[in-house]
Nanobody
Framework: QVQLVESGGGLVQAGDSLRLSCAAS????????MGWFRQAPGKEREFVAT????????YYADSVKGRFTISRDNAKNTVALQMNSLTPEDTAVYYCAADHLGLLPRRENDYDYWGQGTQVTVSS
């Protein structure tokens, strides 16, 4: 069993940066691929980024490539999402997710555990 808790959301202006963090409880954190998803009002949840258990492999959605950076610290059981050059289109609830032994999973159904989400609001 893995529990995930996101933090770092908030209200920012367009062009600002924000760093989200996800703390994982449980054992063998490095056995889990970690991902970030987001859900904007009235829209389906969408994939943002994923990182392999070792951190060696990373994949981004085209919409965030070059602006967002995913990273993980296996010693601290955390995964982060650094978000730069934010736009109002990035406004959403951001979710952290864990996929046991996954390799760059990009579908919701690939993931075994989910956090409760953290709100990011970008004003214009």
């Amino acid at each position: 069993q893995v529990q995930l808790v996101e933090s770092g959301g908030g209200l920012v202006q367009a062009g600002d940066s924000l760093r989200l963090s996800c703390a994982a409880s449980g054992r063998a954190f490095r056995d889990y691929a970690m991902g970030w998803f987001r859900q904007a009002p009235g829209k389906e949840r969408e994939f943002v980024a994923t990182i392999s258990g070792s951190g060696a492999y990373i994949y981004y959605a085209d919409s965030v490539k070059g602006r967002f950076t995913i990273s993980r610290d296996n010693a601290k059981n955390t995964v982060a999402l650094q978000m730069n050059s934010l736009t109002p289109e990035d406004t959403a609830v951001y979710y952290c997710a864990a996929d046991h032994l996954g390799l760059l999973p990009r579908r919701e159904n690939d993931y075994d555990y989910w956090g409760q989400g953290t709100q990011v609001t970008v004003s214009s």
